[in-house]
């Protein structure tokens, strides 16, 4: 993701890993509220 990845093929059922992607998206300020990481 930190090199340009913009999509994927992943299991959505893969806790660990949405949260991953999610952190991300705050980290790399994609979101404008940081309250979606908490619709997890």
């Given at each position: 993701?930190?090199?340009?990845?913009?999509?994927?093929?992943v299991?959505?059922?893969?806790?660990?890993?949405?949260?991953?992607?999610?952190?991300?998206?705050?980290?790399?300020?994609?979101?404008?509220y940081?309250?979606?990481?908490?619709?997890?």
């Amino acid at each position: 993701m930190m090199q340009g990845l913009t999509s994927a093929i992943v299991n959505p059922n893969d806790l660990r890993l949405m949260e991953t992607i999610k952190s991300c998206d705050v980290i790399k300020n994609n979101t404008l509220y940081a309250d979606s990481y908490l619709e997890l």
